[in-house]
C-alpha cells in the first residue's frame, strides 16, 4: 500500500538511510566534479599559500639583507684571475702578499749598486793615484785589485743578509722582499747568490730580462722564474 503522503506512490528512505546503490542524487542536485582525462589537478587559488614543508624539514635558507655572499669551504682555493689579467697577489696559507712593482725593484737595485760602488771605485782612484805619481805602477794595480775584491765582498755579504732576511739594504730601504715562490719562505744564501748569477741571463738581448717583471703576472725576472723566487711587498 502506497504512502498516503508521497503523492507519487515512491517510497523514501528513513531517517539516517543511505539511498541505495545505483540511486542518482535528488533533483537539482549536481554530482561532484572530475577531472577530465589528461587535466592537471586544481591549483590552489590567487592568495592562497602553496604546500609547506613537512614536519620536521627546514625550508632552504636564504641570505639575509646585508648579510655577504658564502664563502669557499675549508682548504678551496681563492678564485684565481682569467686569462690576462693581472696579479698583483700571492697566497700562502691564506695571507696574501702584495708583489713589488719594478719601479720599486730599481730603486731597490740603484741602492745596492752605489752600495758597491763606492768601496771599488776609492779602491781604483786610489790605485791610479799612486801609479801616476811613480812610485810604483804595481802598487798601484794591487790597489785597483783590491778594490774589485772588496766589492765582491760587499756582494758576498749582501747575498747573505738578502738571503737569510729576505731583504739588502736597498730592499728594505724601499720595502720589498726576496722569497721562495712556492712556500713563501726565505730562499737561503745559496739560492740567493744563485739567482745573483742568473742575472747574467737577464742581461742579453739588450737587457730584455731585468724588463720582463713590467709585462709577466709574477712580474719575475728570467732569474727569479729559474731559481723560483718571488719579489714582494713588505
Not at 539511498?19 to 587559488?45: F, K, L
Amino acid at each position: 500500500m502506497g504512502n498516503p503522503y508521497d503523492p507519487y506512490g515512491q517510497q523514501q528512505p528513513g531517517y539516517g538511510q543511505q539511498p541505495g546503490y545505483g540511486q542518482q542524487p535528488g533533483y537539482g542536485q549536481q554530482p561532484p566534479a572530475q577531472p577530465g582525462y589528461g587535466q592537471p589537478p586544481a591549483q590552489p587559488g590567487y592568495g592562497q599559500p602553496s604546500a609547506q614543508p613537512g614536519y620536521g624539514q627546514q625550508p632552504p635558507q636564504q641570505p639575509g639583507y646585508g648579510q655577504p655572499p658564502a664563502q669557499p669551504g675549508y682548504g678551496q682555493p681563492p678564485a684565481q684571475p682569467g686569462y690576462g689579467q693581472d696579479v698583483h697577489h700571492h697566497y700562502y696559507g691564506g695571507g696574501q702578499m702584495h708583489l713589488a712593482e719594478w719601479g720599486t725593484r730599481v730603486g731597490a737595485f740603484l741602492i745596492d749598486a752605489l752600495i758597491y760602488a763606492i768601496p771599488v771605485i776609492l779602491f781604483v782612484i786610489l790605485g791610479t793615484a799612486i801609479a801616476s805619481a811613480g812610485d810604483s805602477a804595481a802598487v798601484g794595480s794591487l790597489f785597483s785589485l783590491l778594490g774589485y775584491v772588496v766589492g765582491f765582498g760587499v756582494i758576498l755579504w749582501q747575498k747573505y743578509v738578502e738571503g737569510t732576511t729576505g731583504q739588502t739594504i736597498g730592499k728594505r730601504v724601499v720595502g720589498i722582499r726576496l722569497i721562495r715562490e712556492d712556500t713563501g719562505q726565505l730562499t737561503g744564501f745559496g739560492l740567493a747568490f744563485g739567482r745573483y748569477l742568473c742575472h747574467f741571463l737577464d742581461g742579453l738581448a739588450c737587457y730584455i730580462g731585468y724588463l720582463w717583471p713590467l709585462w709577466d703576472q709574477k712580474k719575475q725576472t728570467f732569474a727569479d722564474k729559474i731559481v723560483r723566487t718571488l719579489v714582494v711587498r713588505v
